[in-house]
């Protein structure tokens, strides 16, 4: 039902004709207004339809989540369990209260259930329902390349990123890193292969690919032979070594996209806590392209402590990394992050 340009009233037509039990949302924090927006567009139509939000915003900031008028609960970790839970008891007319990583209103209070929601085996799950979305003209998929995840979660503690407040939110179940495994992945991927024969490649979105020498190579030895289509990823530069790079080479990676974010040492690595040299970065490209293998820097500008010359320190460490291609964006401070 996604569409960001759709109206109050066409909007409200959508719900009317699918007349669901329940509508349930994902926000990231820039998408939350959105959000906002078409929970108070219900709630003015005077329905009982229940809203339920997940995704990074709610985890981290459900107050604010529950605060929201016309939103009755919100998600606080993996979804797929607590809302096979909560339409149960929805449907029998049952009491939310114990419906662990819930949270509810209770009268004029918002109370939020025991976190700690997780998957712990992520194979337990189906695979994801691509038919549900207007596939063909979403954003990658609409130029021949399907988004796909084989893990959820990274052992890095970078200060931008919500991963380390995730963990702490969700109550640091271990294991912190989960993959399915390299069968599933197949699986998914021969599905999507079959169900939408436009497919030309697979971009990973996990935020470290291989993470896992033991996954590393099984997918490197089996993702060619039984799927055969190239992929693009992300990597962490201290990762690259040449070892790495030829498993890459093998599975079928024609890009990896890593983070050089700020070029100027004192904000990489105090302030941004990314814990490695500009040589890192330099060696981590210049390995990938003796493979063959694109690469592409993730930048930031308007860093906390940044100055016109520390923009120019980013410039410069790309030049002498020489990746093949650049993304730039602006720094958002996103609440629940320690900047």
Not at 75 to 97: I, T
Not at 120 to 147: C, Q
Request: with cysteine; proline share 6%.
């Amino acid at each position: 039902m996604y569409n960001p340009k759709i109206t109050q009233e066409e909007f409200i037509n959508q719900v009317t004709e699918s007349n669901p039990d329940l509508i349930a949302f994902s926000a990231t924090t820039n998408s939350f207004p959105l959000v906002a927006q078409m929970a108070a567009w219900i709630n003015k139509t005077g329905s009982n339809i229940p809203v339920i939000v997940g995704g990074t915003h709610a985890i981290l900031n459900p107050n604010e989540a529950m605060s929201t008028v016309g939103i009755d609960f919100v998600c606080l970790g993996d979804g797929e369990d607590l809302m096979v839970e909560l339409c149960r008891a929805l449907e029998n007319g049952d009491s939310v209260s114990g419906i662990q990583g819930l949270g509810r209103h209770n009268k004029e209070n918002i109370v939020l259930n025991k976190p700690g929601r997780r998957v712990s085996e992520l194979d337990d799950l189906p695979f994801p329902d691509r038919h549900i979305f207007d596939y063909k003209h979403l954003y990658n998929e609409r130029d021949g390349a399907a988004m796909m995840m084989a893990s959820r979660g990274c052992p890095y503690q970078c200060t931008y990123c919500c991963n380390k407040a995730l963990r702490k939110a969700t109550g640091n179940i271990r294991p912190l890193i989960r993959f399915h495994s390299v069968d599933y992945v197949i699986g998914e991927a021969r599905k999507i292969m079959a169900d939408f024969d436009f497919i030309k490649e697979f971009h990973f979105d996990d935020d470290i690919l291989f993470l896992r020498r033991d996954w590393a190579e099984e997918f490197a030895r089996r993702f060619p032979k039984e799927v055969g289509l190239p992929f693009v990823c992300n990597l962490r530069p201290t990762l690259v070594k040449p070892a790495l790079a030829a498993l890459l080479k093998q599975a079928g990676c024609i890009e990896v996209r890593i983070g050089l974010e700020s070029g100027n040492d004192h904000i990489r690595n105090q302030v941004l806590q990314r814990k490695m040299t500009r040589q890192h970065i330099i060696d981590a490209v210049r390995i990938c392209h003796d493979y063959k293998i694109k690469v592409m820097t993730f930048n930031m500008i308007g860093l906390p402590f940044e100055t016109p010359r520390t923009i120019i320190d980013t410039i410069e460490l790309n030049a002498l990394a020489r990746p093949d291609r650049i993304q730039h964006t602006i720094f958002y401070p996103f609440p629940g992050t320690r900047l």
